[in-house]
């Protein structure tokens, strides 16, 4: 059974996560991979992807066992009643890069696809005991700072890396930086969260 990490009081213990600008869903394989190595039981509750081929590759990998199955909302990220996740355990995502690419113009939070403060907007809503983002190596110069700080503003611990799929065995290059954030207890419990809203409005842990 997906997910199975063991039983509390008869009840299943699963680590429930929600997948933002979900693409085609590589990050969540790599995502719940890591984190049945340590231990973890991943099972994801929603996918969120507005774009039609990507939303029909997820569609695909959810049919052949690739993914876990769970509803994929293919509205605007800004719209999702917040509400409907009442506990996650983690938010995994690839907000857009287009912001940050060195293929683009690169304008950062003027950029109308800039998307960090909405997905910035669940973390603090929902709290979850961690996250785990991706973007592209351009990042790291304009925007990661400002994600970071975000995280550590309400209690978590953050780590980044880039890393090439070079370097895992991958013909191309490809260099991607994963940011990490898990919940300092003595910080994260003790910073008031906002009102939760009816919809969205290398450096090494401490």
Same mark, same amino acid.
């Given at each position: ?8 009081? /008869? @009840? ?17 394989? /790599? ?5 049945? @190595? ?26 052949? /066992? ?49 998307? +960090? ?20 190596? /351009? ?20 780590? +980044? ?46």
């Amino acid at each position: 059974m997906p997910g199975l990490r063991g039983t509390r009081g /008869g @009840v299943l213990i699963v680590d429930t996560y929600i997948s933002l600008c979900s693409g085609i869903g590589g990050l969540d394989l /790599g995502f719940s991979a890591g984190l049945r @190595v340590v231990g973890g039981s991943p099972r994801a509750v929603c996918y969120v992807e507005r774009e039609a081929f990507c939303v029909s590759c997820l569609g695909k990998a959810i049919e052949e /066992g690739r993914l876990d199955e769970a509803p994929i909302y293919c509205g605007d990220l800004q719209t999702i009643p917040l509400d409907l996740f009442p506990r996650i355990d983690y938010i995994v995502g690839g907000y857009p890069c287009q912001p940050f690419s060195s293929a683009g113009n690169r304008k950062g939070s003027e950029d109308q696809r800039h998307l +960090w403060p909405h997905v910035f907007q669940y973390v603090d809503a929902l709290r979850p005991k961690g996250v785990f983002f991706e973007n592209v190596a /351009g990042h790291i110069s304009l925007g990661l700072f400002d994600v970071l700080s975000d995280l550590e503003k309400i209690g978590y611990r953050t780590a +980044w890396g880039c890393y090439s799929a070079s370097s895992v065995g991958a013909p191309h290059r490809r260099e991607r930086v994963f940011i990490l954030g898990l919940a300092d207890a003595r910080l994260h419990d003790a910073t008031p969260r906002r009102e939760r809203p009816t919809t969205a409005e290398g450096r090494r842990a401490g």
